[in-house]
């Protein structure tokens, strides 16, 4: 599985919008980049996925590198809730496997 | 409904002991997981089952016995356990789109976890 580098934690003011970076040098053309993240004392929750184009949902945003090597997810405002874990994840063609790597701990202040 | 349960919260057990985790969804999905997580660690991946038959087994020890009875349930089944064992026990569902060649898009539902601890 394709790794990814993110930094081990982040912190971030209330209300502010947060970039969340991801590396993954060694994308292959067919891995989907994938964000989920994990609430203290709760299972991870899927935020957002993308191939090549940049992504929205309801919960963030999904930046998408031209050459695919990297990504950036972003909260546009965020709140005390989105305090989390932030996994960045590559998801290939050939499996039913999520590779999580170590992740980024986001800190929201007040 | 997107909801995927455990039960229980919290189980435990002693090292003779056996025990069962169960998961349960109603979303329709056809991919279950069970993942294993240290504190402060990350989810790492024990087992997936692909249409009620496991598919990966990602050489886990055989104290920890998963079973899948229909699509809807998942358990594990625990005997054995050595304290190392401790950790939180997530289950996950998906809806398996391998079979349509769009796997890099399903996306996973986790459970709120089973907090084993092992005497």
């Known amino acids: 599985d394709a790794k990814t580098t993110q930094p081990n934690s982040m912190e971030s003011n209330e209300e502010e919008p947060v970039h969340l970076p991801c590396n993954h040098s060694?994308?292959?053309?067919?891995?989907?980049i994938h964000w989920y993240r994990q609430l203290p004392s709760q299972g991870p929750e899927y935020v957002i996925h993308?191939?090549?184009s940049n992504v929205n949902n309801r919960m963030a945003s999904l930046a998408i590198a031209e050459d695919r090597k990297s990504s950036t997810l972003i909260l546009h405002r965020a709140t005390l809730r989105d305090a989390a874990v932030y996994y960045c994840?590559?998801?290939?063609?050939?499996?039913?496997?999520?590779?999580f790597g170590a992740g980024t701990i986001l800190r929201v202040k007040s | 409904d997107t909801e995927v349960t455990q039960t229980p919260k919290h189980l435990v057990m002693g090292m003779t002991n056996k025990k069962s985790l169960k998961c349960e969804q109603h979303?329709?999905?056809?991919?279950m997981y069970w993942y294993k997580q240290k504190a402060k660690k990350p989810p790492e991946l024990m087992f997936v089952?692909?249409?009620?038959?496991?598919?990966i087994n990602e050489s886990v020890p055989s104290r920890f016995s998963p079973e899948c009875p229909n699509s809807s349930l998942l358990n594990l089944h625990l005997h054995a356990l050595q304290p190392e064992d401790s950790a939180l026990y997530l289950c996950?569902?998906?809806?398996?789109?391998?079979?349509?060649?769009?796997?890099?898009?399903?996306?996973?539902?986790f459970g709120p976890g089973t907090r084993l601890t092992v005497l």
């Open positions: 060694t994308i292959s053309g067919t891995d989907y």
């Open positions: 979303m329709g999905h056809r991919a």
């Open positions: 994840i590559l998801r290939d063609v050939y499996g039913n496997k999520l590779v």
């Open positions: 089952y692909s249409y009620e038959k496991l598919s």
């Open positions: 993308g191939l090549t």
């Open positions: 996950a569902s998906s809806q398996d789109l391998s079979a349509g060649g769009h796997i890099g898009t399903d996306t996973q539902y």
